[in-house]
């Protein structure tokens, strides 16, 4: 099972950008999707943003036009470019891998850590 680890997370002021990374230990090339994930104090844990393996993308409405997803498969990487961060996107952030075996019908996922993102007024 593919393991995750974050990074690119700290403390920012609001305008800044930051640029998150999710590290798997294994090919990522094949994985059905990647995707972030977010969870502020008191609140449930949300998609900020997703790739499929043919590239499609999804995000949150509250992040889009700031957020951008990427996959480097060569270097078995999923980003996340934050730009124009606002105090509402402080969260810690959660890389995601998700993939759907039809043989067993299900889905088979891994979860990061976790990498805090502040940022302040």
């Known amino acids: 099972q593919v393991q995750l680890v974050e990074s690119g997370g700290g403390l920012v002021q609001a305008g800044g950008s930051l640029r998150l990374s999710c590290a798997a230990s294994?090919?990522?090339?094949?994985?059905?999707?990647m995707g972030w994930y977010r969870q502020a104090p008191g609140k449930q844990r949300e998609l900020v943003a997703s790739?499929?393996?043919?590239?499609?993308?999804t995000y949150a409405d509250s992040v889009k036009g700031r957020f951008t997803i990427s996959r480097d498969n060569g270097k078995n990487t999923l980003y996340l470019q934050m730009n124009g961060l606002k105090p509402e996107d402080t969260a810690v952030y959660y890389c995601?891998?998700?993939?759907?075996?039809?043989?067993?019908?299900?889905?088979?996922?891994?979860w990061g850590h976790g990498t805090q993102v502040t940022v302040s007024s």
């Open positions: 995601n891998a998700d993939s759907y075996y039809s043989e067993y019908g299900a889905h088979f996922g891994s």
């Open positions: 790739v499929t393996s043919g590239g499609s993308t």
């Open positions: 294994g090919s990522i090339a094949s994985i059905d999707a």
